[in-house]
């Protein structure tokens, strides 16, 4: 086939009858470099109101958490591209979500293995949850230095049955959140801000000292409280992906919805809009049945 008959394919969209479909150009940001195929038409695609694309794909990143913090995004994220490694240097990317660009990063210690979730606590501070620990960073210092390090930076040990898989922040208290496959050990722990205050027993903070918990579904992924005080969560795999509308009291499930499988982290922006992002298509999971590698909003009232 000749290079003119590629183009003319490509351009008209007939290779998509041979598997092959030609790049939109819709999403905002830097598209990766190393995809060949057109992002995927996914569950609720309908109510996708922007995609950006997720910044560091190129260079391997998985992102995982996510947070809206006064106009910006933020994103925190593993490096691996190994299906077999869960675990890498951590970051976490600001992003303008009017442009796509990200802004600036910072990398995280070196005992940050996953970074799977991200919350906004105000006061210029961020809480990136790591599997066994919690961070507080003070954003501006840390993305100025590049890194998350010193006065910018504290941490606490978690314990017994407390991970942090994921968090999301009410506007007083964490919750920091447990991904597994069983329904018994998936579950939201209610934990004070406070907790970054003072010394922390050697063994770690474990569940005695949480103010509360409540069942999430499993899989569990991402969480955010809507202006309402309603709970979602997020579930997913690489052969599913859903949200939940939740009793914030009970963990009870008032809806579910279908969406792209590897959906993770869930935040709010300030018109009641919601933010999330999917691993779908990083190069660690290049070979799932969809590629959806944005960060993207949802516009809740047209689900379906």
């Known amino acids: 086939m000749s290079r003119r008959k590629l183009a003319s394919l490509l351009l008209t969209g007939t290779l998509s009858l041979w598997g092959f479909r ?5 999403a905002l940001g830097t598209k990766p470099g190393y995809l060949i195929f057109a992002p995927s038409r996914v569950p609720n695609q309908e109510a996708v109101t922007r995609r950006i694309w997720a910044p560091g794909l190129d260079e391997g990143f998985v992102p995982q958490g996510l947070a809206v913090a006064e106009g910006d995004l933020f994103l925190s994220a593993y490096k691996s591209a190994d299906t077999k490694v869960g675990t890498g240097p951590c970051r976490v990317y600001r992003i303008d979500p009017e442009t796509g660009e990200y802004t ?3 990398d995280m210690p070196p ?5 799977g979730g991200l919350a906004w606590v105000g006061e210029g501070r961020l809480v990136v949850a790591d599997t066994r620990r919690l961070y507080l960073v003070d954003a501006e210092k840390a993305l100025a230095a590049g890194k998350a390090e010193g006065p910018a930076l504290r941490s606490v040990t978690l314990a017994g049955e407390l991970k942090g898989s994921f968090i999301a922040f009410d506007g007083a208290d964490l919750w920091t959140g447990v991904h597994d496959k069983g329904a018994a050990a998936s579950r939201l722990y209610r934990l004070p801000l406070s907790i970054f205050d ?7 903070l474990a569940e005695e000292r949480a103010l509360g918990s409540i069942p999430v579904p499993v899989m569990a992924q991402g969480a955010a409280f809507d202006s309402r005080g309603n709970l979602w969560t997020s579930s997913s795999s690489s052969r599913f992906g859903s949200l939940y509308r939740l009793d914030p009291r009970t963990g009870e499930p008032l809806a579910q919805y ?7 982290g869930l935040s709010f922006d300030a018109a009641g809009l919601l ?3 999917s691993e779908a298509g990083t190069r660690r999971w290049l070979r799932w049945s969809m590629t959806y590698p944005f960060i993207f909003q949802l516009d809740l009232n047209k689900l379906r």
């Open 258 to 264: 279908t969406t792209v499988i590897g959906i993770e």
């Open 198 to 204: 003072g010394p922390v027993p050697g063994g770690g």
């Open 104 to 106: 600036g990063f910072f």
């Open 275 to 277: 933010w999330s992002v």
């Open 22 to 26: 030609a790049y939109s150009d819709e």
């Open 111 to 115: 005992d940050c293995g996953h970074a």
